[in-house]
């Protein structure tokens, strides 16, 4: 266990001078990029060579689950989510689970961190800070809040990953039709037009 003094690395949405001259930071951030990038693999069908990486065990699986997760599972229950998501067949005939059986384990729609219950629309009568609302704030940027890319294309995405409270940044143009640009800043402007007409084929 490393007792020694924790890296503190702001935050990684952010570019930073730290990340110029320390290089702990620098490779903190690095190891979270990389594990960011690699949880992606279902998304972006790169996938990985399972039978040439790291696997864990059923019996550290279970392990996981109910010291980490607080699931209270037997040891068939790890086996039975091994064979859901392990791709690899040796792998999952071994009950071993490689790191994008894990990746499918952990992105699986029932781990989702809110519950899809049926909504009681009777009892939606308490103040508004008692739910939880799918929020975007800067929902066009797609980097850096002073001088990144603002995009149309986002709020499609973020609508339709379920997202229903999005942030529209309207400024008066110069040819007299609004935009929408993080004011003030050297971001990229985007119309507004273009906004409106994406959110309603998207909402």
Not at 38 to 44: T, W, Y
Not at 112 to 122: F, H, K, M, Q
């Amino acid at each position: 266990k490393n007792h020694g003094p924790k890296v503190k690395i702001g935050s990684i949405t952010r570019n930073s001078s730290l990340d110029l001259i320390d290089f702990k930071v620098r490779s903190e951030k690095k190891k979270i990029y990389d594990a960011m990038a690699v949880a992606s693999i279902l998304h972006n069908s790169s996938g990985l060579d399972t039978s040439k990486d790291m696997v864990l065990p059923a019996d550290a699986f279970l392990n996981f689950l109910s010291h980490y997760q607080g699931e209270i599972f037997m040891p068939d229950d790890a086996k039975k989510l091994i064979d859901q998501h392990e791709p690899h067949p040796e792998l999952k005939r071994r009950h071993l689970l490689s790191f994008e059986g894990f990746t499918r384990y952990l992105m699986d729609r029932e781990n989702d961190a809110v519950i899809n219950d049926p909504i009681d629309e009777e009892a939606m009568d308490s103040p508004l800070a008692h739910y939880y609302i799918a929020s975007s704030h800067n929902t066009y940027l797609t980097g850096h809040q002073l001088k990144g890319q603002s995009s149309v294309e986002l709020y499609r995405q973020i609508l339709l990953s379920g997202c229903r409270c999005v942030e529209l940044d309207c400024w008066n143009g110069d040819d007299g039709f609004p935009i929408i640009y993080h004011g003030h800043t050297l971001t990229t402007k985007i119309s507004f037009r273009e906004v409106i007409i994406a959110i309603n084929k998207s909402a």
